[in-house]
């Protein structure tokens, strides 16, 4: 913008210069004028060299600092985005353990219902035997005590001898055998 009015100014300045010459114009005025507006035309040119260079610098800084703007703005995205995908991994990690602890407590839980079912089988599979050992014993107790008793009754002999204690007791003992035991037929 400043390089458009300086060359309109500049313009302007030469075309005054040419109405004013061009009504009392003289050789010796062209050429020292000539001199002047050559002077005045490369004052011009470098003015507006410079301006241009300015120019030409400001917009090169400006799009550096629009890139560096655009970069910058880049970062914060790509830095915003890295954060979301970290939390998102957070999240799915977090989610992934507390599946796997759930997991873990619906194993445990389970075994140890199973260890339990397995305690209650051996618990009553042991009370069981245990009650079939009771029923053994109280049988075998039984027959057992019978002869007991048998043996500590009494024996009466049926026939009197004569006086031979060995005949007596063998006649005794055949008769136990024989006849069956009182006690044992009560119970």
Request: with cysteine; hydrophobic share 30%; aromatic share 0%.
């Given at each position: 913008m400043v390089l458009a009015l300086t060359l309109a100014g500049a313009a302007a300045g030469c075309g005054a210069g040419f109405k004013h010459r061009s009504g009392t114009s003289t050789p010796v005025t062209s050429a020292a004028e000539r001199a002047e507006e050559a002077e005045?035309?490369?004052?011009?040119?470098?003015?507006?060299?410079?301006?241009?260079?300015?120019?030409?610098?400001?917009?090169a800084k400006e799009r550096e600092e629009a890139a560096e703007g655009d970069a910058t703005k880049k970062e914060k995205e790509a830095i915003e985005k890295a954060k979301r995908r970290e939390e998102a991994a957070d999240k799915q990690a977090k989610k992934k353990e507390r599946e796997v602890e759930e997991r873990i407590k619906k194993l445990e839980a389970t075994a140890k219902?199973?260890?339990?079912?397995?305690?209650?089988?051996?618990?009553?599979?042991?009370?069981?035997?245990?009650?079939?050992?009771?029923?053994?014993s109280s049988t075998k107790t039984k027959t057992t005590e019978a002869p007991k008793a048998t043996k500590k009754a009494p024996v009466t002999s049926t026939t009197p001898s004569s006086g031979s204690t060995r005949h007596h007791s063998s006649s005794g003992t055949a008769n136990r055998r024989k006849q069956p035991s009182p006690t044992a037929t009560i119970e």
């Amino acid at each position: 913008m400043v390089l458009a009015l300086t060359l309109a100014g500049a313009a302007a300045g030469c075309g005054a210069g040419f109405k004013h010459r061009s009504g009392t114009s003289t050789p010796v005025t062209s050429a020292a004028e000539r001199a002047e507006e050559a002077e005045q035309k490369r004052a011009e040119d470098s003015e507006a060299a410079k301006d241009r260079e300015v120019l030409t610098a400001l917009e090169a800084k400006e799009r550096e600092e629009a890139a560096e703007g655009d970069a910058t703005k880049k970062e914060k995205e790509a830095i915003e985005k890295a954060k979301r995908r970290e939390e998102a991994a957070d999240k799915q990690a977090k989610k992934k353990e507390r599946e796997v602890e759930e997991r873990i407590k619906k194993l445990e839980a389970t075994a140890k219902a199973k260890e339990q079912a397995e305690a209650k089988k051996k618990t009553e599979e042991a009370a069981k035997k245990t009650a079939q050992a009771k029923q053994k014993s109280s049988t075998k107790t039984k027959t057992t005590e019978a002869p007991k008793a048998t043996k500590k009754a009494p024996v009466t002999s049926t026939t009197p001898s004569s006086g031979s204690t060995r005949h007596h007791s063998s006649s005794g003992t055949a008769n136990r055998r024989k006849q069956p035991s009182p006690t044992a037929t009560i119970e």
